[in-house]
């Protein structure tokens, strides 16, 4: 039951996260950029996209109880953390950043969860 719990709350952050994402990459396109510079110059559009796809896929399978869920979700958790990291290091204001180190870090709390609760 918890572990289906933590499943729907990584589906949820997952959506969440993915929809900021997507609101980005259209509002940046909507200026006359095309997708190409969105997704990968700088390449945080495209790492934020993967992240959070495999975060929601993987809340999803949580939830329907199917193998690999929690690895799909751990793998995302892990890429949003790594996206907040890269931005750090690369010198941006951290009011940029500090987002997504604190959703990384609370997608890999739920992931860790995830990953020792067993399966009802």
């Known amino acids: 039951m918890l572990r289906r719990l933590a499943g729907i709350v990584m589906l949820g952050l997952g959506l969440w996260l993915g929809w900021g994402a997507l609101e980005a990459i259209l509002a940046f396109t909507s200026r006359g950029g095309d997708l190409a510079s969105a997704l990968f110059e700088p390449p945080t559009g495209i790492i934020r996209v993967v992240s959070t796809t495999l975060m929601a896929l993987g809340g999803l399978l949580v939830v329907v109880q199917l193998k690999s869920g929690g690895t799909l979700a751990a793998i995302g958790s892990v890429l949003f953390g790594i996206l907040g990291g890269l931005m750090a290091v690369s010198g941006a ?13 609370a ?14």
């Open 93 to 105: 204001d951290s009011g940029l950043w500090m987002d997504e180190v604190i959703f990384g870090l």
């Open 107 to 120: 997608a890999i709390t739920l992931s860790v969860l995830i990953l020792t609760l067993r399966r009802a």
